[in-house]
Structures are given as C-alpha cells and as structure tokens.
C-alpha cells in the first residue's frame, strides 16, 4: 500500500501543479475545465487507493513486488527527497538572485520534479519512471526557453500545467497498474 500512497501523494503535486499554474494567459473557460479535470484526476486516484486498501484488507497482495516495503520508502529514497529539497531551495534562491522574473521558478519546480523520477529508478526497480523523468525535465528546459523569449507570460502554462498533467497522468496509469495487480 506504500506505492498507492505515494501514488496518491503524487496526483496531489500534479493537481497542485495545475491549480497554481493556470493564470491569466488561459481563458477562463479552460483554466476551470483543467482544474475540474485534475480534481476529478485526483479523486480517481484516490479511489483507486481506498479499493487497494480494501484488497489488501483482505489479504490482498501485489503480484509482482519488486521490492520491499523497508526499500520502497527507505534510506534511498529519503537522501532522494532530501538532495531534491535542498535543489528546490538553492534552485529557487539563485533564481531569485540572479534577479529572474517569477515565473522561471516553475520551470525549476518542473526540471527538479523530472530528476526526482530519474534518481527513483534506481532506488525502486522501476524503469517506467524514466518517462516521466525525461518528460519533466524537457517541460523544465522548454519553460526556460520560454522564458527567455517574449512569451514569458506561458511558462507557467508550459512548465506548470505539462507537468500536472504529466504528474497525474502517471499517478492515474501507475495506481490502476497496481490496483489490477492485487490479488
């Protein structure tokens, strides 16, 4: 039950990741269709969650587990989490030193997510999250690059809204992926 966990925690990052980055460069209209679709994302996930605890209620255990349950949430991950907060945090203060407008602080946010996926693989056994990874890390660069440009006002739409989306849809794939691999 710890990877639906983390599975739901992870819908809730990409909600958040929608909620705070539709602003005023998307119409009204779409802006409160993408967060109605997240939120609906999110409560899909954590119904997803809620029935493979009733499974493993009953005596219900993944199929294939690649690992152990002191491995999934272990030392490893932990220096992950820990080496990712401390990017964030130096990440973001240096952006803010370098005098960068506010918006390039999601394209960070977005880049160091990616590396969070990249650096669980190992840590994990799970190859799929080089998907993920590689796609964050992409919308991380192209919001950079948008930054760069006269089209500023999109990064929070490039960097921030793909990366919901992305988030999400892997937390959506992963949870049935395992829900339907519960005996």
Known sequence: MQRM???CVGAVIGTVFIFLSVDESLSSPLAIVLRVLAAVTLAGVVVM????VKVAQSGGTLKAAPNTAESFFGRRYALVVATEAALLFIGLTVLRSWGLPEQVNIAWLAFVAG???IALV???GERGL????????MIG??????????ALKWVPVASGVL???TILAGSTAYSWRTLTSMR
């Not at 080089?130 to 890390?137: D, R, S, W």
């Not at 660069?141 to 006269?150: H, I, K, Q, S």
């Open 49 to 52: 969650w809620l029935l493979g």
């Open 163 to 165: 990366s919901g989306i």
């Open 141 to 150: 660069v192209a919001g950079f690059a948008l930054a760069a440009t006269t």
């Open 115 to 117: 590396v969070h996926f």
């Open 5 to 7: 966990s983390g599975l």
């Open 122 to 124: 190992p840590v994990w």
């Open 130 to 137: 080089l998907i993920p990874g590689m796609v964050l890390i």
